[in-house]
């Protein structure tokens, strides 16, 4: 197996790890129905809307 001529800067493994906490999602959309923040390709998480209609049934928050 191939094995590294040399060892990696602590730059370059720093931003090595560092690239780790950058790979979440990071795009968001709007929700076409109530306009909360929801994740693209997901039913909105605030009114249960997707595609013009309801798929997931919310509970009333708070009440
Ligand atoms: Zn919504």
Do not use: Q, W
């Amino acid at each position: 197996m191939a094995v590294p001529k040399k060892k990696k800067s602590r730059s370059k493994r720093d931003s090595r790890r560092a690239n780790h906490d950058r790979l979440t999602l990071r795009s968001l959309v709007k929700c076409s129905r109530c306009g909360a923040v929801r994740l693209p390709h997901r039913a909105c998480r605030e009114c249960g809307f997707y595609r013009d209609r309801i798929v997931v049934a919310t509970e009333p928050t708070g009440a």
